[in-house]
Each structure stands twice: as structure tokens, then as C-alpha cells.
């Protein structure tokens, strides 16, 4: 298996847009993880998903964010519209008896 | 609710010195305790985990942890550093193996030549 798998790496855009951050998770795995990483706030989890079902989103920021698992091989993170304030790396993790992480998503919003 | 402190956000040390980073955490529950390392501009790596039984744990390059229930401890430790060990380390906890894990703030181990 390739790991979990996140695109892009690296995302520019400027404030106001609309941007989606894709996963893709290890096949088998029933637990999928949205996480963000910051200088001030560290690791922060945003919500995660059981069997494509959210369990818990309370970590999510604000209604600019939302998150969807249509399939069991895939999941996005949405933020609309972006604020500069969003800009941080993005992990993907997903799990069945631990949990592996994805490389990230670079995200800078100017 | 979980939570983990990392009082070290720093630790400098000499190439093949020895090197402890310390984890407290606190939960009302039993737990499970990771540590996961991070390389420059990589995601997270699982070094290793305590699961049950014994409370040394060995993982990968070299690093262990001990798991001290009285004094609700995590500590990992290395015997003799590489330059390569240098990375940010990560101390957590999850209320099961596979759930979700909530991370220390970090401890960046900076080895120097």
C-alpha cells in the first residue's frame, strides 16, 4: 500500500477562495482523521470520520470549514471562503489498529 | 478529556550523547501513549506505543519509552543520539489504539555535531 495519500502538497491562494484538500486513506482502514498543524496551536484535530460517518467535528473552526467521506477511499476538507488565518499544514490520517499519517497539504492563503 | 504536556519545547544535544524527552499527560481513563517524530516538511512517523504489559517499550532507531502509571509519565529516551535524530518529537494519547489521538504540543531535538 502507498500510505495515505494527500493533494496537493502545496496550495496558494488568496484570500476568499474557495479551496478542497483531498485524501485518500489506506484500504481498510475504518478510521479517517483531519488534523491541522500551526507554529501557535501545534497539532489540532478537526474532525474524524468511523466507517464515513463523522463522529466528532467539534474541532472544526468555524462554518467555513467542512469535511466529507463519500466512500470509504476518500475524503475532502473544504475551507470557503479562505482566510489567511487558515494557513497551516494539513494532515490526513487514517487507522485501523494505529494510526498512519499522510505528508501533509501546505496551505498559504495571501 | 485527555490532554499531554512536553515541558521541553527545546532540547540541544551533542552528537552520541544520550537524550531524554519528557511527556506527562492526563486523562480520568486509562489511555494508550504514542510518540510519533516529524521531519522537516514530512507528516508523522509512529516511533513507538503502549499498549499493555510491560512498561518499557522498545521502538524504532534506537528509541525507547517507559510508562509510569503513579507518576502518569511517558518519557522516551535514546542512549547515544545521531545527527539524523534531529526532528520534532510527539508525545499522545488515545482512549483506544485506533481512535482519535491528541497530541503534546512538541519537543524539537536539535543534535549537534
Known amino acids: 500500500d502507498a500510505g495515505v495519500i494527500q493533494s496537493p502538497r502545496h496550495e496558494v491562494t488568496e484570500m476568499g477562495q474557495e479551496v478542497t484538500l483531498r485524501c485518500k486513506p489506506i484500504s481498510g482502514h475504518d478510521y479517517l482523521f483531519w488534523y491541522r498543524q500551526t507554529m501557535m496551536r501545534g497539532l489540532e484535530l478537526l474532525i474524524y470520520f468511523n466507517n464515513n460517518v463523522p463522529i466528532d467535528d467539534s474541532g472544526m473552526p468555524e462554518d467555513r470549514f467542512s469535511a466529507k467521506m463519500p466512500n470509504a477511499s476518500f475524503s475532502t476538507l473544504k475551507i470557503q471562503p479562505s482566510e489567511p488565518r487558515d494557513s497551516a499544514v494539513y494532515f490526513c490520517?487514517?487507522?485501523?489498529?494505529?494510526?498512519?499519517f499522510g505528508q501533509g497539504t501546505r496551505l498559504t492563503v495571501v | 478529556a485527555q490532554s499531554v504536556t512536553q515541558l521541553d519545547s527545546q532540547v540541544p544535544v551533542f552528537e552520541e550523547a544520550p537524550v531524554e524527552l519528557r511527556c506527562n499527560y492526563s486523562?480520568?481513563?486509562?489511555?494508550?501513549l504514542f510518540w510519533y517524530v516529524q521531519y522537516p516538511n514530512q507528516g508523522l512517523q509512529l516511533l513507538l506505543k503502549y499498549l499493555s504489559g510491560s512498561t518499557l517499550v522498545k521502538g524504532i532507531n534506537g528509541f525507547e519509552a517507559e510508562f509510569n502509571k503513579s507518576q502518569t509519565s511517558f518519557h522516551l529516551r535514546k542512549p547515544s543520539v545521531h545527527i539524523s535524530d534531529t526532528a520534532e518529537y510527539f508525545c499522545?494519547?488515545?482512549?483506544?489504539?485506533?481512535?482519535?489521538?491528541?497530541f503534546g504540543p512538541g519537543t524539537s531535538l536539535s543534535v549537534i555535531p
Open positions: 490520517a487514517s487507522s485501523s489498529t494505529e494510526a498512519f
Open positions: 486523562s480520568s481513563v486509562s489511555v494508550y
Open positions: 499522545a494519547v488515545s482512549v483506544t489504539s485506533y481512535d482519535k489521538v491528541i
